[in-house]
């Protein structure tokens, strides 16, 4: 499995752990974020693995900036893209559960690396329910078409 990493210039440290982690786990790891702390903007690395994943360059993306909001928001813009924040393990098992989200963010000035650890393998372990979770994401994705 390929996965998409972006990040800003307030999470390059931890994209760095993440990656050794997913690479560690097995994992190929694309990198789309910056690789220096000058200040920069996150909607342009969350766009970048958003359109990664829709075009199928990835199979799942990864996001972090300060809070992973600001870069989830960005990510949400782009069509097929169901990005969520997490700062703990139990919504990213469920957000890939209920809702197949293609997309986890976090935030480096939210939670520490081994946190964010625990909420990858939550979110990469889970897998989607489909049933009456297909039919609510089918929901979401509507919105999109009007």
Known sequence: MKIGIGNDHSAVEMKQEVVKYLQKLGYEVVNYGTDTTESCHYPIYGEKVARAVVAGEVDLGILICGTGVGISLAANKVKGIRAVVCSEPYSA??????????????????????????????????????????????????????
């Not at 957000?95 to 480096?108: C, E, V, W």
């Not at 939210?110 to 929901?139: C, P, S, T, Y």
């Open 93 to 146: 098992k469920l957000s890939r559960q209920h809702n197949n989200t293609n997309i986890l963010a976090f935030g480096a000035r939210v939670i520490g690396v081994e946190m964010a650890k625990m909420i990858i393998d939550e979110w990469l372990n889970a897998e989607f329910q489909g049933g009456r979770h297909q039919d609510r994401v089918n929901m979401i994705m509507a919105i999109e078409e009007k």
